[in-house]
């Protein structure tokens, strides 16, 4: 909580400091980070998982909006295809199978000091963390020109299978893996007749 | 560059080109359910609407008329927010997503280089409008057919992108308008008879039609997850199941059917091409409909995942391969 | 013209809210769906470094991260489903086997 304040304190230095407010750029980017905002919020305080989730979604697609005002033309479709569409959709297909209990007691009704500890962890971590974020691009600002096509398929596409090859296969590994996982971690043991249901 | 779609360049032409494409998605819409009932009547030897206007034609206004006069009725154990979102949710990617196409060689919104890439995205956010509608409603038949529906758009999303994927090695750009560009000597469709059948495919199943209209089994599920809907809230999922009708055909007739490009000899523009195949397609999905009986949700999702990904996967790597060796 | 500090200030804020939510919430699919928001807030600081260096290098590491952040809902919730399935329950705190 304090470190709310503490971060608006520095948000608004920040932005005296930037006098740019005639940019529609400028405009695009908080309206995008407002909503973003809004949508983190609701996600770690709704108590119904569904509503959580849907809040979720608002801000993913509110940061793929960020992407594109960031000219990552590219990675702002892939967040919301892939993000919005196939990680939030099986998160809501799993809370549609699995919860059908209406919300948690919100706050600290359970485990109060633990909680309580952690928060304060959570706010010492997120002041420091704003104070670097903060003062680290002084000065500078994201509006520098860019060669043509800058983060667009190609240019991306490019870079990924150069540079990030490796990576890349790694990662197609990776997702492999995770299937498999899946699959094997909910498969019901053989149980009689008893066959899984994906 | 990107910015364009924030601030084009004259806000005048945006609004006015917005509000024409609202007025068409209407129109298609009330198009598309006289000729589905007109169709369905003659596959059952029946004559269909008769009434309203030459050949029914009026019936859809009525119709809407109809919709539009009734209550709106909200049952009062629905999870509000969530009840009174979705249709909207469903109906915005929608409108979004027809605003990609080029319908002429100089009639396009604005040519993005993701284009493809964007419409699947568009289609992935219309999901959420469906599971909230049919968690939203609080009712078993609502969530069963939301949560069948879910599960089929998700099993069906795997084949769709993966057909249009030749395409996009073929045409090496994933703009609407480059692909047809690509396509003035030869449609592809012709190199590419497996991704289109595939494609259709898996489009049907998309939109949810017979027969793979699992989500809303009558017999099963009263109306699946629009049960609880009723007047304009309803009319908005019925214009956006056929509004999403068109975009697979617009997507399939841009990326396989040549889009706007017909014989250059034929004196005809473009844009009379362009929706010629599109309606063309949905004459032909229509015409499945009402030939084939439903599948059983087993069937369904043995189908996607054994039998047309697999052959998507093949399909694609034989392409990669082929383009790597004669190109 | 976002100034840097803007952008990276938006991304921390994210991250903290996603970190506040892991360490409060007893629902573990709200859980996940923070770390989610972790992962997604790093992104944006990614993508703002891209950005701010005219460089593609951190567009291609979120573009990494984007999968990886897949692959581990994936896994994830497969664990809450076989949990739910074993326990019948999806709060943290109710899964206490290991304890008694």
Redesign the interface.
């Known amino acids: 909580m304090s470190s709310a304040l503490m971060s608006s304190a520095l948000m608004s230095s920040a932005l005296m400091s930037s006098a740019m407010w005639s940019n529609p750029v400028q405009w695009a980017f908080w309206l995008l980070g407002g909503l973003a905002l809004l949508g983190a919020l609701g996600t770690v305080t709704r108590r119904s998982p569904v509503q959580a989730a849907l809040f979720l979604v608002l801000t993913l697609v509110a940061t793929g909006g960020l992407f594109l005002v960031l000219h990552a033309s590219f990675l702002a479709a892939m967040q919301v295809l892939v993000y919005a569409g196939a990680v939030m959709v099986l998160f809501l297909f799993v809370v549609m199978s699995v919860s059908h209990t209406e919300g948690e007691t919100l706050g600290l009704a359970q485990g109060t000091v633990g909680k309580l500890i952690g928060l304060a962890a959570v706010g010492v971590l997120g002041h420091q963390l704003l104070r670097v974020c903060l003062t680290v691009g002084d000065g500078t600002s994201v509006g520098a020109a860019l060669p043509g096509g800058f983060g667009d398929v190609r240019s991306l596409g490019r870079w990924i299978f150069s540079r990030y090859l490796l990576p890349f296969e790694a990662i197609s590994v990776l997702l492999l893996v995770a299937i498999v996982a899946a699959v094997a971690i909910t498969r019901r043991p053989p149980r009689g007749r008893a066959e899984g249901e994906g | 560059m990107t910015l364009h779609v924030l601030w084009p360049n004259t806000a005048l032409m945006t609004v006015l080109a917005g509000a024409v494409l609202m007025a068409y998605v209407a129109f298609n819409g009330m198009l598309l359910v006289w000729l589905e009932r007109k169709v369905s009547a003659r596959f059952q030897r029946r004559l269909g609407p008769t009434e309203v206007g030459w050949a029914g034609l009026l019936q859809s206004a009525a119709d809407v008329i109809k919709l539009l006069a009734k209550q709106l009725i909200t049952p009062r154990h629905v999870d509000r927010p969530l009840y009174h979102l979705a249709p909207v949710l469903v109906f915005v990617p929608v409108l979004a997503g027809i605003s990609l196409f080029p319908f002429d060689r100089h009639l396009q919104l604005h040519d993005f280089n993701i284009g493809l890439v964007l419409l699947f995205a568009l289609a992935g956010l219309g999901f959420l409008g469906i599971f909230m509608a049919g968690w939203g409603s609080n009712n078993k038949y609502a969530l069963l057919g939301a949560m069948r529906a879910v599960a089929q758009n998700i099993a069906y999303e795997i084949p769709l992108i993966l057909a249009t994927l030749p395409v996009v090695l073929l045409a090496r750009t994933m703009s609407l308008r480059e692909v047809v560009e690509a396509q003035h000597q030869l449609w592809f469709i012709v190199q590419q008879p497996v991704a289109f059948a595939i494609y259709f495919i898996a489009a049907v199943a998309e939109t949810n039609r017979a027969p793979f209209d699992i989500p809303e089994a009558e017999s099963e599920l009263v109306a699946g997850f629009h049960t609880e809907y009723s007047g304009m809230r309803f009319a908005f999922f019925f214009l956006a199941e056929y509004t999403n009708m068109t975009i697979v055909c617009m997507i399939a007739a841009t990326l396989f059917l040549g889009g706007y490009i017909g014989p250059s000899w034929l004196p005809v523009p473009g844009w009379v091409w362009f929706f010629g195949k599109v309606y063309l397609l949905l004459l032909v999905m229509m015409w499945l409909r009402w030939t084939f009986p439903r599948l059983r949700f087993d069937q369904l999702m043995s189908f996607a995942w054994g039998v047309l990904i697999p052959l998507a996967i093949v399909n694609l790597l034989l392409t990669a391969v082929a383009i790597k060796v004669w190109r | 013209?976002?100034?840097?500090?803007?952008?990276?200030?938006?991304?921390?804020?994210?991250?903290?809210?996603?970190?506040?939510?892991v360490?409060?919430?007893?629902?573990l699919?709200?859980v996940?769906?923070?770390v989610?928001?972790m992962l997604?807030a790093a992104?944006?600081?990614l993508?703002?470094f891209?950005?701010?260096r005219?460089d593609?290098?951190g567009?291609?590491?979120?573009?990494?991260i984007?999968?990886?952040?897949?692959?581990?809902?994936?896994?994830g919730?497969?664990?809450?489903?076989?949990v739910?399935?074993s326990r019948r329950t999806?709060?943290a705190?109710e899964v206490t086997l290991l304890r008694r």
């Not at chain 3, 013209?1 to 939510?21: D, E, H, K, N, Y």
């Not at chain 3, 360490?23 to 629902?27: G, S």
């Not at chain 3, 567009?59 to 990494?64: D, E, H, K, S, V």
């Open positions: 013209m976002v100034p840097t500090s803007q952008v990276l200030g938006l991304a921390a804020l994210l991250f903290c809210i996603g970190l506040a939510g360490i409060v919430r007893r629902n699919l709200i996940m769906m923070s989610e928001l997604n992104n944006l600081a993508v703002g891209a950005r701010v005219g593609l290098e567009q291609g590491l979120a573009f990494l984007v999968a990886l952040a897949a692959a581990e809902a994936a896994v919730l497969a664990i809450v489903v076989s739910f399935r999806v709060y705190d």
